[in-house]
Each structure stands twice: as structure tokens, then as C-alpha cells.
């Protein structure tokens, strides 16, 4: 390769820009809005814990995510009716956590039937962290 090829080759690579998919914009934007560093200071372990917890202050019909979502999250779930709930785990799961307005809409109602309030950004943060680390 001539040195006119390999500048052209190397401007290119450089002018490349590396694209977030809209799972990390997701957990980019709450990072931000809990006022976090970045994404990296998310926390799968956290989410865990947020997942398993008995939380006591939503509905008394489902005192944690586990309730319906299962403590493993590779395994299927079901609601309270009895209707199949796809696995939460991002490995079973593939398709999910693309779709910004349906995941806000399922933990608007989901952190209210189980905390009884709205899940804070850090913790919408740490538990797609979670999720997505399964």
C-alpha cells in the first residue's frame, strides 16, 4: 500500500464513529439523569438486589419484581392472571430493551404496583444493568 492508500485508510478509520444501539443510549441516559459518571457506574449488582428485594410499599399482591418475574430471570414468568411473561433476562430475551417509550411504560407500572412510587433513574439504571447482564 502507497503512503496516499494508507492516509486515506487511516482518515477513514478515524472518521468512523462508533454508534451507540439503544440499549446503552438507555443506560447512558440514566446514568445521566441520576447524575452518575456514566454507564459504567451502573450496577448489575444493585439491580440484582433491587430485583429479589421484598419491597413491602406497592400492592399487596406483588411485594417484589419476583413476584411475577421470577428469581431467575432466564426462566418465564407470569402475572398474577396467570399470562405467560416472557424471561427478563437480555440472553433469553434478545428483543427486548430497544423500545424506550414501552420500557418507561412497564417501569412506571411495575415500580408502582411493587414500591409503590416511581423506580429513581439509577434504579431503572442498575436493573437493565442487571437484565442485560444475564
Known sequence: MNRHHLTIALLSLTCLTVQA???EDLLA???????????AALSASRGEALHQRQA????ADT???????????????????G??????ALSASPERYTDPAKL???????????????????????????????
Open 56 to 59: 413491602g410499599g406497592g400492592k
Open 63 to 81: 411485594p417484589s419484581c419476583t413476584t411475577c418475574h421470577q428469581s431467575d430471570i432466564r426462566q418465564p414468568g407470569r402475572t398474577p392472571s
Open 29 to 39: 441516559g440514566y446514568a445521566r439523569e441520576a447524575g452518575l459518571a456514566g454507564p
Open 104 to 134: 418507561e411504560k412497564w417501569f412506571k407500572r411495575n415500580c408502582n404496583e411493587v414500591l409503590g412510587r416511581a423506580c429513581t433513574a439509577q434504579e431503572k439504571g442498575d436493573w437493565l444493568t442487571y437484565v442485560q447482564s444475564r
Open 21 to 23: 444501539g439503544p440499549r
Open 83 to 88: 399470562k405467560r411473561i416472557e424471561p427478563m
